[in-house]
């Protein structure tokens, strides 16, 4: 992690670890094309369907993201303690995008943090079922899979929440 970026994250939550780093995020990219490279497994129809709640927009520019992960080190009674910690710490929440992008460019992401599997969770939610929803991509070793959860879920000490940092990255 560079210092520039070291110096904007927040520290992480008692007993939780924080991760840095920045992932380039094509926002005009087809969801089908966004949500398949994470794996070449078919995904779940219900991540497939998301694609209205999470457009692709027109501008189709590579752009980079400054990403904060962020693991509470235990198991958390719902996604909002995520939600309120990342809000009171000014970072943004991020699109499902995001995590693809991760799923895809990072395919050994849990060895890259010591860990042999996890679930990475994009923090902007949707209405689905009448509850809120978040994706996920899930990591078992280099083996990747996209979910959705309910927000509301309980969230054990292998999940790791998305943000963004505020700050535009060059």
């Given at each position: 992690?560079?210092?520039?970026?070291?110096?904007?994250?927040?520290?992480?939550?008692?007993?939780?670890?924080?991760?840095?780093?920045?992932?380039?995020?094509?926002?005009?990219?087809?969801?089908?094309?966004?949500?398949?490279a994470?794996?070449?497994?078919?995904q779940?129809?219900?991540?497939?369907?998301?694609?209205?709640?999470?457009?692709?927009?027109?501008d189709?520019?590579?752009?980079?993201?400054?990403?904060?992960?962020?693991?509470?080190?235990?198991?958390?009674?719902?996604?909002?303690?995520?939600?309120?910690?990342?809000?009171?710490?000014?970072l943004?929440?991020?699109?499902?995008?995001?995590?693809?992008a991760?799923?895809?460019?990072?395919?050994?992401?849990?060895?890259?943090?010591?860990?042999?599997?996890?679930?990475?969770?994009?923090?902007?939610s949707?209405?689905l079922?009448?509850?809120?929803?978040v994706?996920?991509?899930?990591w078992?070793?280099s083996?990747r899979?996209?979910f959705?959860?309910?927000l509301?879920?309980v969230?054990?000490?292998?999940?790791?929440?998305?943000?963004?940092?505020?700050r535009?990255?060059?």
């Open positions: 992690m560079s210092a520039q970026i070291e110096s904007l994250v927040p520290a992480a939550p008692v007993g939780g670890r924080i991760h840095a780093l920045q992932i380039a995020v094509n926002p005009g990219r087809a969801w089908e094309d966004a949500v398949s994470i794996s070449p497994r078919p779940s129809n219900e991540v497939m369907g998301l694609g209205q709640k999470y457009p692709e927009q027109a189709t520019t590579l752009g980079n993201r400054e990403v904060i992960l962020v693991n509470f080190g235990k198991e958390i009674p719902t996604g909002n303690i995520a939600l309120d910690w990342a809000k009171s710490h000014g943004l929440l991020a699109n499902p995008r995001v995590a693809f991760l799923g895809e460019c990072k395919p050994h992401l849990p060895a890259e943090i010591g860990l042999e599997h996890m679930a990475l969770v994009s923090t902007e949707c209405s079922h009448n509850l809120d929803q994706c996920c991509v899930w078992q070793g083996a899979a996209a959705v959860v309910e509301g879920h969230w054990n000490a292998n999940s790791w929440f998305a943000f963004e940092s505020p535009q990255v060059a």
